[in-house]
Each structure stands twice: as C-alpha cells, then as structure tokens.
C-alpha cells in the first residue's frame, strides 16, 4: 500500500494561520490533521473591562468579517442588560451585515477560491470571442463583448511579461486536475479583475452607517447613526438614495456575474459533488431577525440542527448544548483534558506543549491546535453557508426551496450534492443571491419608517452603570459570513468578569475531541477525497477554501520521510 504524509502549512487565501497534514493511501486521503498555529486570547483581554466597550475590542478579531464580532458581542451585552434596541436600529444592522455577506461571499469566490478550479495561464491561450459568446449565453452584463475579453487578454500578457506576477506566481498551473477550457479561464479572471472595483464599492454601506470600513462603529443600545432627511450632517435624503443605488449595483453583480461564473465553473466539476462532505452534522443559530432578536421566528435565515444529512427533521437549537473540549488544543481546563466546558464557565489557559520544529508530524502528537473542539450535545457540528442553506432548506424557507432546486436543476445533479465540496461552494452563492435581494427589502422598510417620522436609531434605556444588576450574563449569537458565531459575556459590578467567544473557524478547524471524533475539516478531507499529485495537493486547497477560512504567506510541503518536497511563498 502506498502512503505518502502531506503537510500544507500555511494554507494560503485565507485570513489567519492553518496547517493541514494529511495521509495519502492508493491516491485518496485516508486520514487529516488541522491545526490553527496562532494563538488569539482576546478573551483575557476583555476581563475588567466596561462591557459597552466590549464590540470595539472583540471587533479586531477579525479584519475581513469586520462587522460580525461586534454585532454578537452587541447582542451579548443587550441579552445580559435586557436592553431592547429601535426597529430601525436592527434594519441598520441587518443591512450592515447584509453588505458583509455579499462582499465576502463575492471575494471568496473571485479572489480566495476559483484559483482552485481556474488556470489563469491557460487564459492566456484563449480565444476572446468564443469567452464572449459562452459569456453571452450565460448573462446579459454589459462587459462580454469579445473587445473587452481580448483588452483583459492582452493586461494578463503584459502582467506576465513583467515576471512580477504577485498571487498569481506560484499556483498550480497546468495541474491535471484544472478542467475549464481556456475560453472560460479568460471569463473567471475577467471577473476577478471587475469584482475587485465592484466590492471597493458596495461596501461602502458601512461608512455611511459606521463611519468606516473595516471596523465600523456600532453602540449598545442601537446604532450610531443619527437620521434627519434635511441635515447633511446626518443620514439623509442623499445618502439613502446612495445606498439604494449601492444595493442595485449589488444585485446585478451578484444575479449576473458571480451566479453564472459559479454556475459555469461547477458544471465541469461535478465529480465534487460527491467529495468532502465531511460530518454530516450541521448548526446555524440563524441570522437577520426582522422583528427582535429575540423573536427567533422572524429571522429570515432560520436556526436550527441536522443530524446526519437528515433533511427530514431540523432540531432546536438550544445554546446550552454548546461545551468546547481541549484535549487535543494547547489549553488546559482546571477538570484535565477530558472535561467539556459551556461558554460560561469556558477558560482561555494557554499550556503550548509543541510540536517543537515545523517539521514534526501533528499526528505524533496528542495536542496540535490553538483551537479548541467545540461540540453541540457531545456531536461534532459543520457551520456556514452549507448548514444554514440545509437547514433553511429543510424548514421550508421557500426562498431558499426555489433556489436550491433551480441550481441542482441546472447543474444536472440531485440533494445529495449538496454535502459536498461542491454543494459547500455552491450554497455560498446561493445565499448571497438571497440576502442580496433581501436588503431591498430592508432598505424599503427603513425609509417608509423615516417618511413616517421615526427616526429613532438608539435607545439610552439602561446605558448607565447605575441600572445595572450587580451581576448579569448574557449570550450573542449571530450566524457571520463564515458560521456559526457565539460570545458568551459575564458582567460583576459594571465590568466584564468573564468573555468566551467561539468562532465559525473554531467549529469547523476543531481537532480530535476526548471520543476521537474529528472536526469538519479533518472530516471533510477523509470524505472520499482523492490526491493525485502530493507535491501539489490542489486537492486540500478546493475542500479547504469552500469553508471560506479567513491570509497566510506560504505553503510548505513534505515526503513521507519529512524532506521537503517544494516551497511557495506569496510575495
């Protein structure tokens, strides 16, 4: 039997550090270890601090979702001090974070993920007319005449004749794995070069309801976004109509461009649709609530529980069934390595224990990752796109029903591609026409509530430490581009006595828990997960980035006896 150890450290397009070592038998991946190599602890820094602070911190998590720690951590905060924000305040925030899926989701595809699935070299050798004509039978977008398709030819050639081909110089070109003809390699960099214009500027809904971007400004209480349709101080008449229009160009990009790109590229890799599924196990809290927070029946993303791939029953969701194990993480809990720990009482005790080089096998060792395992009622759980499209699915969201069986009908395959690599990239898109369309929903709303006089966008209701409780707790969750999103707040005389955060990355790069049960992604790679070249496991690459991990600088890869094989560096 041949066996080859792989290691890939760090996995490149993404936001963060992760390594991936797997076993290769006969060609197929037989085993997986995923391991995070950087340490975050921002829990310890929250303690004795004042907790109307707490989303300015736990925000700087993350410089690519920059809006979802600080809307969970809002919501922890409300939860624990009761306080009920203004209608218009969660239509701000659920446009807020509206935008954040669409521009992530975008720029995962583009700019993250289809280098797995595109030869940007073999656009070189395309003819430009045939990329316009297969371009104009997929969309009407204004840019697929053959003159544009040959102008970005001809930058691509001028590019590579510079030899300064930045993220494009060391991929795996001409790798047997690439499927697209040339034609459609010429199209997916054509519309990476666009969707970098395109994100620059729809997300520019975040200043002018947050000041900035990244790391928009938010308040407990509501929002910090003063409406008066005559002030040019304020949210006005033209900045609404400025939004409008950011959401119209959304829309098109997304209905005309990314859903025909993504619909283009996985017709010639159907063959994923049965790769990578991984656990089976799928969580969502839900996401967008249309009323209150507190009215879990009118998010428009619903929450819910698959187990499985059992799309006949979705099961509550109920928080209390969260518990993060570190038996196989660089922490120690006071009850050993065996000893499950709810968010509440969770501990951040750092104890690294190795491995001592880069060059030690993680599978040698019984502790590996800086993540922690966390487990829904002692069961391993996948979170994104996937599980709330699942689960949404499943819970009859009609929006989703139509949609869902509009791509697998175009796609030429059944549900059960769903769970799968495919399925993964595939419910990414989906969601992001969905939410696209729905933020028109949302704008409208808002500004029928102004027309009528209310302009109410923050609440002081409870503000002062003075009305506090002397201890209260409380829980945020909030379903982030990437997943499942908790933080989890313990408040003792007017400041945070205790913060515990589990992340979208931390449910699906979870190590080995005390049964041995492996996480999504070690999961996901041992699904029937081929190999074919060890010295470039395009392969890993595509199951890994349809989670959407959030950067890195290079790729390491060893034989089976620890020489290294090949080094690429992003420059």
């Known amino acids: 039997m041949a066996r080859t150890k792989v290691v890939v450290d760090p996995i490149t397009r993404i936001e963060g550090h992760l390594r991936i070592e797997v076993q290769q038998e006969n060609g197929r991946i037989a085993d997986a270890w995923a391991s995070s190599t950087q340490f975050r602890g921002i829990e310890l820094i929250m303690e ?130 690439y499927k697209l003809p040339p034609e459609v390699n010429l199209l997916a960099v054509a519309h990476y070069l666009e969707a970098l214009d395109w994100q620059r500027d729809v997300i520019r809904l975040h200043t002018i309801f947050g000041g900035k971007n990244p790391h928009p400004h938010f308040v407990v209480g509501g929002m910090a976004s003063a409406i008066n349709l005559d002030s040019t101080a304020t949210i006005n008449a033209e900045r609404l109509t400025d939004i409008q229009d950011m959401i119209k160009r959304a829309r098109r990009f997304v209905h005309e461009v990314y859903i025909p790109d993504l619909l283009a590229v996985a017709g010639f890799y159907k063959e994923w649709a049965a790769i990578g599924g991984g656990t089976g196990n799928y969580l969502t809290v839900g996401e967008f609530p249309e009323t209150d927070v507190r009215d879990v029946g009118s998010y428009f993303l619903p929450q819910g529980i698959i187990v499985g791939k059992n799309l006949g029953e979705v099961l509550p969701y109920d928080h209390q069934k969260v518990k993060e ?192 049960q492996v996480g999504p992604y070690e999961a996901a790679l041992k699904d029937n997960h081929p190999l074919v070249d060890p010295a470039r496991p395009i392969e890993i690459l595509r199951t890994i980035h349809s989670f959407d991990p959030c950067m890195a600088c290079g790729v390491h890869v060893l034989d089976a006896e620890g020489r290294l094989v090949t080094e690429v560096r992003v420059q």
């Open 325 to 516: 194990y570190v038996t196989s993480s660089w922490y120690e809990y006071p009850g050993g390595d065996g000893e499950g720990l709810h968010p509440y009482a969770g501990e951040t005790k750092a104890k690294y224990t190795g491995p001592p080089t880069p060059w030690q096998y993680l599978q040698d060792e019984s502790k590996y990752s800086w993540m922690k395992s966390p487990r829904y009622d002692e069961m391993p759980m996948e979170v994104g796109p996937l599980a709330r499209m699942l689960v949404a699915y499943a819970s009859g969201h009609d929006g989703v029903q139509g949609m869902v069986n509009e791509v697998l009908g175009r796609l030429g395959v059944g549900p059960a591609a769903l769970f799968s690599t495919l399925g993964r990239t595939a419910a990414r898109g989906i969601e992001t026409a969905l939410i696209v369309d729905r933020m028109q929903t949302w704008l409208d709303e808002l500004v029928d509530r102004v027309r009528n006089g209310d302009t109410a966008t923050f609440t002081r209701d409870k503000w002062s430490p003075d009305t506090w409780p002397a201890e209260a707790e409380g829980y945020g969750y909030l379903d982030a581009p990437r997943g499942a999103l908790g933080h989890w707040i313990k408040i003792r005389d007017g400041k945070i006595a205790k913060y515990q955060c589990v992340v979208p990355s931390t449910w699906n790069c979870s190590p080995r828990d005390p049964q041995g």
């Open 48 to 177: 004795g601090r004042d907790p109307r602070d707490a989303w300015a911190f736990t925000q700087r998590i993350c410089g690519v979702c920059t809006v979802v720690h600080a809307v969970a951590s809002l919501r922890a905060v409300e939860d624990a001090l009761d306080i009920r924000i203004p209608a218009n305040a969660n239509l701000i925030r659920n446009l807020v974070h509206g935008m954040q899926f669409v521009q992530d989701h975008v720029i995962h595809f583009y700019h993250l993920h289809a280098l797995d699935w595109v030869d940007v070299v073999s656009a070189l050798q395309a003819d430009p007319a045939g990329t316009a004509r297969i371009a104009k039978s997929i969309s009407p977008w204004p840019n697929n005449s053959e003159t544009y398709f040959r102008e970005v030819q001809d930058r691509l050639k001028k590019f590579v004749g510079t030899g300064q081909l930045g993220i494009f110089a060391n991929g795996y070109w001409g790798h047997p794995a």
